[in-house]
């Protein structure tokens, strides 16, 4: 089926789509029940949709089309799709309606300054703020009808430029020595650069690809790219709480309005209400988002300025206020720190014969929606900020009102009574407050005789790990521990408003014996979790990850090229998107595990094919990745810059730093010596095993273990290892 569709798609040099049953899915993650199929069966789907440049068609309702899903089949997996080399084909339509946005570019103009500067020179009469909320509607006014004037139907107005440029240059050909048509052709020259530029800026915008070069501006690649996200950029059906789809324009409009105003409340404001008003930007949580609660909401507010400066204040102080738990915005911790130590956590975990011992992953419900201010005041004051400051960010936090954005206009006024708004630059340090007092409440509640720690958690009593809201919870595996891990969220339930999603937390046990397991499992209500488990993004696995654990690394990496539209592309946008982005996904991933080879393997695949797509490499891989001044592209090779990253932890485990994955290394490996001397054991994990082999080959290299840490100083700097220069030493050369 594969080469006969091969045969069909590869001579069209028009755009064509195909829909059907295909029998076959494009990545294992797209199986949800049953046998997983493997990347070998998958193969030749995915070789045919990149060949012949096929891509994904958005379906408003996959019920209309009687698509698979795992409610209505044991095996659900999606099987009736459509494919197309159109960009932004779309298989259910509705009427689209035109945003208010206005692109930047206009500030370019050379009248936009003078339009500015008349509605900020008036006089206004009242407080500072009222003078600024009057000014700012006057330009808001001023503005639309400026954007209107120069701006709207750019495209028009950017080819009539270069038409009037192109017949004024034949007539200076005809008259050269004509000097009013010679100043003419100046000035329409710059007219039409201008508007040409402008243009290319509003679809820049549109085509939301922040990584391309100049030579991909404006080509069909970008305008396809424009044509794919505009379905993308509306919502125009939405599934109700009573099971019902609305695709009416103003149904949808009221029932995210309805939403937003019971998920936010009211309440009484002090500031002036112009100034502390937000604009509610939906932003879907997955591809298939069918109801409102399928949405994350980002304010944009005018208000930023002010807690920006709050901010600055506010973030250098919680180094100094958070437990080594809590690894997110906090200055010297790291993502990769807490995912370490849960997998050290998660190790063995299915063995029968082990010591009793449980996890519990907990899901906290809309976090930022659902602080309490009264809690909020009562953190700050317990941390002893200055009551003038605290009066600042409650002012800040509890005078906002809201409209949503929706279809690009904005619709529904409601003030608020709760919540940290997504997108204030001082909500993320906030909200990282009122968890450091969990921190503390379960530390003094894990002090109780009844409590006993998770095994290899006592040195250090360890009882959670924190990043911003995604909590993992930690305790030997019986009920008076358990159930004081359960009291410890209720408790901050109560005082934060805080709520736990029981449907989507889960325990992990181990060792247990089933009566006390029985009694465990009613007492949380938690469904028992199986592994691997995904903790910030990233497999855990009990024992050794297989391969099949790091298909969502290579899902990311297929599904990021079906979406470029490769066959439009030029070959320096296809290398800069390896380059910057594909590389950029692979680097979280390789600063934490030793990629194996077959993996390894499959990524230079996708990219090779992408590269040169899906023809015949006339290059190898291997010289690629060398660097340009030696006849390479400048590719990172996967391998080597896995070596490098994992150098890093290395030597921040050499150096001991501050982290609470270097103290627990420290503690329960090391015990206390040098991770030089240290002797890795054949039941260590295989990160610690793999650094203890990148530790010999540096040894081997320079002679001594004092020589390979001379080195590997001039690699660092106050900040740690400089990984590109330990790339540098171990790349082939």
Known sequence: ???????????????????????????????????????????????????????????????????????????????????????????????????????????????FMATVENDWNLNVDGTTQFSLCRKLKALKGHLKAFNNLHFSHISVKAKDADLALQDAQIQLES???????????????????FLAEAERHFYY????????????????????????????SSILAITKTDGSTITSAMEIDQEFVSYFT???GTEERRLLRQLNHSIIAL???????????????????????????????????????????????????????????????????????ISPRCIINVDLRKVFDSVSWTFLSQVLHGYGFPPIFIAWIMECVSTSSFSVALNGSLHGFFVGKKW?????????ALFLLCMEYFSRQTKRKTTDSDFNFHPKCEKLKITHLLFADDLMMFSRGDLPSVHILMECLQEFRDVSGLTVNTSKSSIFTAGIENNMLREILARIEFARGEMPVRYLGIPLAAQRLSVRDYSPLVDQIANSIFRWAAKSLSFAGRLELIRSVIQGVECFWLQIFPLPVVVVEKIHRLCRNFLWNSKRAPVAWEDICHPKNEGGLGIRHTQTWNVALLARVLWNIHRKADTLWVQWVDAIYLKGGSVWDWQPRKGDSPLLQRLAEIRSRIITAFGSSEAAIQHMAGWSSSKGLDTSKAYEYFRPK
């Open 205 to 232: 915008q549109k085509a939301k690809l922040h990584f391309l070069k100049m030579g991909d501006r404006n080509t069909k690649f970008f305008h396809d790219m424009v044509k794919r996200n505009a379905p993308k």
């Open 262 to 264: 019971s998920l936010l």
């Open 283 to 353: 932003v879907p949580k997955s591809d298939h988002c069918p109801t409102v609660a399928d949405y994350w909401h980002s304010c944009n507010v005018i208000y930023k300025a002010i807690t920006k400066i709050i901010a600055d204040q506010l973030t250098p102080a919680l180094e100094h206020l958070t437990d080594r738990c809590q690894a997110a915005f906090v200055g010297g911790q790291s993502i990769t720190g807490n995912i370490f130590l849960a997998q050290e956590m998660v190790r063995q975990y299915t063995r029968k014969r």
């Open 175 to 193: 008259d050269p020595e004509n000097a009013v048509i010679r100043d003419s052709v100046g000035e329409l020259r710059k007219k039409a650069v």
């Open 1 to 111: 089926m594969w080469e006969k569709l091969s045969e069909l798609g590869q001579p069209m040099n028009m755009s064509w789509p195909i829909l059907g049953d295909f029998n076959c899915v494009k990545s294992p993650t797209e199986k949800q029940l049953g046998a997983i199929p493997t990347w070998y069966e998958l193969k030749d789907f995915a070789d045919c949709c990149l060949s012949l440049g096929l891509n994904d068609a958005p379906i408003a309702d996959a019920t209309l089309l009687g698509t698979p899903t795992v409610r209505a089949i044991p095996c659900g997996a999606s099987l009736i799709r459509c494919f197309s080399t159109m960009s932004g084909l779309r298989l259910a339509c509705f009427v689209m309606r035109i945003s208010a946005h206005r692109d930047a570019f206009s500030t370019t103009h050379r009248d």
């Open 420 to 428: 940290l708004r997504q997108g204030d630059p001082m909500s993320p």
